[in-house]
């Protein structure tokens, strides 16, 4: 391997050659754009190269990666947003669309991080999520009893006759208060 085949920072040099085959030079092997998709979700850094060139087309690779996304999954980019991103090329606000999409994702992730801890953090006093593990550990003892050679739980599961009767108490004035306010949301 070269010094040109792994940059200093530890970005992994991915070189595509005329006959459209993605090369890594990490791992000696051509891979597709399915491989630099699931790096992309791996958080590993990446740059694309064409072979004869060494010109950087990382860009039109992602670009590329999207458009695949879009055609064979979900859609995640609307039309509308499509026609307005569209309609900034040329625009005297170009320059700042690229800065002003990467901050907006940085304050989505960072809002989704936010969000997911709250969550957790939620879920870790709350009895129903303890009932949710029991479940979850008693539904993995199950399969694991069908899968040879698959894990064993860590810990039992508590039974019922195992749980406190403050604990069903709370579980049982929580069920109370969702039903109200599922009873209120139908009418």
Do not use: C, W
Request: net charge negative.
């Amino acid at each position: 391997m070269t010094k040109a085949d792994k940059s200093d920072d530890g970005t992994v040099i991915i070189k595509k050659y005329a006959n459209r085959r993605l090369y890594n030079t990490r791992t000696s092997s051509y891979i597709t754009l399915e491989h630099l998709a699931k790096m992309t979700r791996e958080g590993i850094d990446y740059k694309v190269l064409d072979a004869k060139s060494g010109v950087d087309i990382t860009h039109t690779i992602l670009t590329q990666i999207i458009m695949e996304e879009e055609a064979h999954g979900e859609q995640m980019l609307p039309v509308n947003f499509l026609r307005e991103l569209i309609a900034m090329y040329g625009n005297s606000m170009q320059s700042l669309i690229p800065h002003y999409l990467e901050a907006s994702m940085e304050n989505f992730r960072a809002n989704q991080a936010k969000l997911s801890k709250a969550f957790g953090d939620s879920m870790g006093n709350n009895p129903l999520a303890k009932l949710a593990e029991q479940n979850m550990a008693m539904f993995k003892a199950a399969a694991s009893a069908f899968m040879p050679g698959a894990e064993v739980p860590e810990a039992k599961p508590a039974t019922a006759a195992e749980e406190s009767p403050s604990d069903l108490s709370a579980l049982r004035d929580q069920m109370a208060e969702i039903q109200k306010r599922l009873d209120a949301l139908g009418k």
